[in-house]
């Protein structure tokens, strides 16, 4: 490995990307170019770890610009939402810090150029697609640094559009995790622990990042389905259940389904918004993440990134809520949430619940999530006695997990307002358009599903 020594300004070649003159007043993105340089030239100085190719920087002047004079009210919202982006995508021994006003600057610690400056620019893409609601890849930059012939510092910029077209016709690049540069290279990032991508794989362990699914509600005063609520696909529900419930490291996996839920049901509404589609949706966050200040606080800054215009489609659905939560806690958790959806809920896992409580403190509609390992007399049992409850506070009362018909008159007939689970629909990646049907109709279609999914359907 080349250990890279300093040397003076004047041995980096200045960036010509179209051929032209230095401009006699260096321009801002000129300023932050030559600024770079030179933090990359101390980095790649005072490491033996880190070489050339991979120091990069990747900036919001895109998104600053499409902002507008919206940016002054909103950056430190659009950090915050940048900043957990990195923490989801980068290794643990890759470092990032902040640069300016808004810029940042990556370090990894081991991947080939091509490798991290895709990651760099597939980030880019992420943001504008979440913050803007579209992502131009000849437009979204990344610049590496790398030593020139003289030994300067000179920067690569490189176009999202041409390393895909790259990345399509070569080898799958993959960043591999490396010791971490040596002490002093540059201030060290916040310690994570593994996420999801990070995790190893095993017949428990998600091979990937949470996976969020749509699940389709029935309306049953209006006999429509235009709601979906979002529900984690069986492997990451697996996984979760089988850690003990105390565990920290449960709490912190809980906290990121909680912020991959509230990303991904976001930026799809926002994408189908654009294409003049409408439906209700329902956001779970678990009663772990509000409890503590930092998750709170995160969770909420996350919040305040939803467009306004999708705020009246939304509702939370508070989960893992415990048994004799004070109603100031509860009450503050609602008013916190109340800004960002047009209602907050409560799903139970039991039947028993601080009704009163819940009704006091803004709560609209509780729900009740059926185990269908239990036999069908004991949950048809749990369906009548839980639902008249919710309504006797003036709440709507709600079933999840409705498997057959038994269940689904039921739970109709104790006053349910919604239902949803197998009998009204399978979970799937994209919500699906609203559909009216009729409680027949809704037994007819999943007759057929069932029959479809049978080896000899």
């Not at 057959?404 to 197998?422: C, M, Q, R």
């Not at 699906?432 to 029959?451: G, N, P």
Request: neutral net charge; aromatic residues 8%; glycine residues 6%.
């Amino acid at each position: 490995m080349l250990t890279h020594h300093p040397s003076g300004p004047d041995g980096a070649l200045p960036e010509q990307d179209d051929g032209s003159a230095p401009s006699l007043s260096p321009s801002p993105s000129q300023s932050i170019d030559e600024s770079f340089k030179e933090r990359a030239r101390q980095i790649l100085s005072h490491s033996q770890t880190v070489t050339a190719g991979s120091v990069h920087l990747i900036g919001l002047d895109e998104i600053r610009k499409e902002l507008g004079d919206r940016w002054a009210s909103v950056n430190e919202r659009v950090h915050v939402y940048t900043e957990r982006m990195f923490k989801k995508v980068l290794s643990p021994r890759d470092v990032w810090f902040r640069y300016g006003e808004d810029h940042y600057i990556i370090v990894f610690a081991q991947a080939d150029r091509r490798s991290a400056q895709l990651t760099c620019s597939k980030v880019m893409e992420s943001l504008h697609q979440a913050l803007l609601g579209h992502a131009d890849t000849r437009r979204i930059t990344v610049k590496t640094a790398v030593v020139d012939v003289g030994g300067g510092v000179a920067l690569d910029t490189a176009r999202l559009a041409d390393l895909l077209k790259d990345a399509a016709h070569g080898p799958k690049g993959a960043a591999a995790a490396s010791p971490p540069a040596a002490d002093g290279a540059v201030p060290v990032a916040e310690a994570r622990r593994p996420h999801w991508t990070e995790m190893p794989a095993d017949t428990i362990t998600p091979q990937h990042r949470p996976k969020v699914l749509f699940r389709p509600v029935f309306d049953v005063k209006h006999k429509v389905v235009s709601t979906h609520c979002c529900r984690t696909d069986a492997d990451t529900a697996r996984y979760l259940n089988l850690m003990d419930s105390f565990d920290p490291e449960r709490e912190e996996a809980v906290f990121d389904l909680d912020m991959e839920t509230l990303s991904l049901a976001v930026s799809t509404y926002n994408e189908l918004y654009a294409n003049k589609f409408r439906y209700a949706q329902t956001i779970p966050v678990h009663f772990g993440t509000l409890a503590s200040s930092r998750r709170r606080r995160e969770y909420i800054q996350a919040c305040r990134m939803i467009p306004r215009v999708l705020m009246p489609f939304l509702a939370f659905e508070l989960d893992g809520l415990p048994a004799g939560v004070p109603y100031g806690r509860l009450a503050e958790i609602v008013a916190m949430l109340r800004p960002f959806a047009r209602a907050a809920m409560v799903i139970l896992n039991d039947d028993a619940g601080d009704l009163s409580v819940y009704a006091t403190a803004g709560v609209k509609g509780v729900g009740l999530r059926l185990d269908g390992r239990e036999d069908e007399p004991r949950i048809l049992e749990r369906v009548q006695a839980f639902c008249p409850g919710p309504r006797k506070f003036g709440m709507f009362a709600y079933v999840d997990g409705v498997r057959n018909p038994a269940e689904l008159e039921a739970a109709e007939a104790a006053g349910a307002a919604y239902l949803s689970g197998p009998i009204v629909g399978e979970d799937s990646e994209v919500p699906e358009h609203m559909k009216r049907c009729t409680e027949r109709q809704l037994l007819q279609r999943s007759r057929r599903r069932h029959h479809h999914d049978t080896p000899w359907g």
